[in-house]
């Protein structure tokens, strides 16, 4: 009995708080953390950034889409668009508009395939805008896909430590395992910190993107309309 309280007062002293795990963890798994907290931070910038950037996108079409539809004239809407920095269906409607106006300069119009050019400007703006509201997805893709296995690999690493903590103290005192224990499974929680967020995130903005790159190709159908309407009207 006093052989076993002499080994309790004898094992060394740790602090389990957030700070004192990173502290006393191995340099590898420290690195490991650091990786996954910068991993966390990035993410969560994005994040941020694209929930305002998608919640813009959105409000900038409704506008569009009301003014659009007001019965102003599809000439006097161009004049106040064209020399902005436009986005989303404006920047669709500018496009084709340009086009239009283009083949329509000179003695001679440009019409004969004017309904295709129309398009293909409107398909390549969609996918400039497609591109736009899907920048940096893939790196919440991957920071969710690989946080995990990044934590768990310092988790693994951790566990050897301690391992080799318990055999230079020849000692299984629950004080000796615990701390290097935890070091380890802190840094599965980091990943885990990392990675589920970016996982929800990607899915929610991956849909949000299809739903307004839907919405622009429904738009891009509907002006198309307009437009060939009018060159069969003219031609």
């Not at 009301?66 to 106040?80: A, I, P, R």
């Not at 293909?120 to 296995?149: K, Y």
């Amino acid at each position: 009995m006093e052989t076993l309280v002499q080994s309790t007062l004898a094992a060394p002293e740790h602090e389990l708080s957030f700070f004192a795990l990173f502290w006393q963890a191995h340099i590898v798994v420290k690195i490991v953390m650091i990786g996954l907290l910068a991993a966390s931070v990035w993410c969560w910038a994005i994040i941020v950034d694209k929930v305002l950037l998608i919640g813009r996108t959105r409000r900038q079409m409704t506008r569009f889409e009301t003014v659009f539809w007001s019965g102003q004239s599809l000439e006097e809407l161009y004049n106040t668009l064209h020399n902005r920095v436009n986005h989303s269906m404006a920047a669709l409607f500018v496009a084709a508009m340009r086009e239009w106006k283009r083949s329509h300069e000179g003695q001679r119009p440009a019409i004969g395939s004017l309904q295709q050019r129309i398009d293909r400007v409107m398909d390549v703006t969609i996918q400039r805008e497609a591109e736009r509201l899907e920048n940096r997805l893939l790196i919440l893709a991957t920071v969710g896909s690989s946080a995990p296995f990044i934590g768990l690999f310092g988790t693994v690493w951790g566990i050897m430590t301690a391992f080799q903590a318990i055999a230079a103290s020849e000692s299984t005192n629950l004080a000796v395992v615990a701390p290097g224990i935890a070091e380890a499974l802190f840094a599965t929680a980091l990943g885990l910190l990392a990675a589920i967020p970016a996982v929800i995130a990607f899915n929610k903005f991956n849909s949000d993107v299809g739903k307004a790159v839907a919405r622009m190709e429904g738009f891009a159908d509907e002006f198309s309309a307009i437009l060939s309407r009018q060159i069969d009207e003219r031609g």
